[in-house]
């Protein structure tokens, strides 16, 4: 059987459910989710000829829709407005340390992080935590976290220098850890 009598609408269509788990799993609104997966099947249809069958129709279309993702949140940064008072922010961050640099709070004992890691109400968690960071911030954490991207993709994809790049990875950091914290570790069945 050959690339092309397997490469049919039908069996790109076949791998929609997946790409939207994958195209929800980065994007915030089901309307963007929905545009990437849609533009990702057009893609694949249309490039079908380009197929080489290297690799599983699945992971192609996941390469590609990783690309529909990017060119989304790039979109997305570009359109949003600026929050305007990081102030508030940075004070937050700074409450959090000791005039020499060491945290207020000593860490409390989190238990096993590997047994939270499989756990689903953790991960609900994590979630709302990373609902809680600004926009831009959760996006480029998740670009790198998740997405698995290098400062320098996300810097171009984002349209920001690479210090703003790590600045905003080190206050995602600091903020999903407190949050954490907060709404799991100390509060884990």
């Not at 929905?34 to 694949?44: G, H, K």
Request: aromatic share 8%; with cysteine.
């Amino acid at each position: 059987m050959s690339v092309d009598d397997t490469l049919t609408e039908a069996s790109i269509e076949g791998h929609r459910s997946y790409l939207l788990r994958y195209a929800r799993l980065h994007l915030a609104s089901p309307a963007q989710v929905e545009d990437a997966v849609q533009e990702t099947l057009l893609a694949a249809i249309e490039g079908a000829g380009r197929f080489g069958g290297r690799a599983a129709l699945r992971t192609w279309l996941t390469g590609i829709l990783k690309h529909k993702i990017i060119d989304q949140l790039r979109r997305a940064s570009r359109e949003q407005p600026l929050s305007g008072d990081e102030s508030g922010e940075a004070e937050a961050l700074e409450a959090l340390f000791a005039a020499d640099g060491h945290w207020r709070e000593g860490t409390r004992d989190w238990g096993d992080p590997a047994t939270s890691l499989e756990s689903r109400r953790f991960w609900q968690a994590f979630e709302l935590c990373l609902q809680r960071l600004p926009a831009r911030t959760a996006t480029v954490f998740k670009m790198r976290e998740v997405m698995e991207l290098s400062t320098e993709d996300i810097c171009k994809a984002m349209d920001i220098s690479t210090a703003n790049c790590w600045v905003m990875l080190h206050r995602a950091r600091l903020t999903l850890r407190e949050c954490l914290r907060l709404t799991w570790f100390e509060k884990a069945p």
